[in-house]
């Protein structure tokens, strides 16, 4: 055998060697068939998509001037192309001699996602179906996603968990490290792979959202759902603004940290009151901004049709629940 080319195709390599009219090895699956370019590209995807890591492809019928660029084009398009190659393909290697006495390409491929992880790969249609996928991935607290979407376009994942956690804190108990991988990195059709890193375990993670649902439960059943709008956002300020002698402080399992331990910042007194009065049926939107020149967070509520500020920690150190106007929300 004469060692012809060897090529970089993305992580891996693909080899070329052209024996001497040697039969290959009867190793290989059974003989594919390709007579041009079309078919051999078609056989090779399918090997990838099947997750086949050897086979004999006969080319008998392919003209024999041009099975070397044919099966470097396949390659290339495999391994740089197509999704599901690009990301899980390692290298392929092979042989073009004769099978039997025909005409014949012997493949190997080598895979650095096992059988069991391609099976994984959620579908996607497009980038609005990826992001459902990836909420529902942080909602369970999951460590990675692969998602094959049909239609990619360019969307700010890692803003978009950013913001479900911000209006979910009864879910999301921390806000994981977001790294995304595409495959390939241009493309209609890509592979996304979404790594998320926390700094506690899932387990604890789990066990947070079990103790922080049961005090959203609670909140629930402290308002009393025949009161007028302007009480009952008077009882959930009170149910939570009552439960500790709070310590201000910023904490990485900001709701956790706020309700079953008393510690919280403005961001998350303001988000953790904003979902509980949206699941009572109220109006209630989270404000970023600055007080006295630092950064703050703070609720307006919608009250018979009319908005109002409500800042929870103002509130509490000027003795009680109060709704205000812009004109009064000075500094």
């Not at 009319?306 to 109060?322: A, E, I, N």
């Amino acid at each position: 055998a004469v060692l012809l080319t060897g090529c970089s195709w993305m992580s891996g390599t693909y080899v070329s060697v052209t024996p001497h009219h040697e039969r290959l090895s009867d190793s290989h699956s059974d003989s594919l068939i390709a007579t041009n370019y079309a078919e051999l590209r078609e056989v090779v995807t399918n090997l990838v998509e099947t997750g086949t890591e050897s086979a004999v492809i006969n080319v008998s019928g392919y003209d024999k001037d041009n099975v070397e660029l044919g099966m470097e084009r396949a390659v290339g398009y495999i391994t740089e192309i197509l999704p599901i190659g690009a990301y899980a393909i390692d290298k392929v290697e092979y042989e073009i001699g004769t099978n039997a006495g025909q005409p014949a390409i012997s493949v190997n491929i080598s895979y650095r996602r096992g059988r069991a992880e391609l099976r994984r790969i959620r579908q996607a249609e497009d980038m609005n179906v990826v992001k459902g996928i990836v909420l529902e991935a942080l909602a369970n607290c999951s460590d990675s996603v692969v998602i094959y979407v049909e239609q990619y376009s360019e969307m700010d994942l890692v803003q978009a968990v950013a913001d479900y956690a911000a209006t979910n804190p009864s879910v999301v108990m921390e806000i994981p490290r977001l790294a995304i991988g595409t495959y390939p990195e241009s493309s209609a059709k890509r592979v996304l792979e979404l790594k998320f890193t926390y700094q506690t375990s899932r387990e604890t993670l789990r066990s947070m959202q079990t103790q922080v649902k049961r005090v959203f439960d609670s909140a629930a059943l402290y308002i009393n759902q025949n009161d007028a709008q302007e009480q009952k956002f008077n009882q959930l300020f009170t149910f939570l603004t009552e439960r500790f002698e709070y310590k201000y402080e910023t904490s990485i399992t900001p709701s956790y940290s706020l309700l079953c331990h008393g510690v919280g910042d403005a961001r998350i007194f303001a988000e953790v009151y904003g979902a509980m009065c949206r699941r009572a049926g109220l109006e209630c939107r989270t404000v970023t901004g600055t007080r006295n020149g630092e950064p703050w967070t703070w609720n307006m509520v919608n009250a018979n049709g009319s908005y109002y500020h409500v800042d929870l920690l103002r509130c509490s150190t000027q003795g009680g629940f109060r709704e205000t106007v812009d004109a009064e929300m000075s500094n």
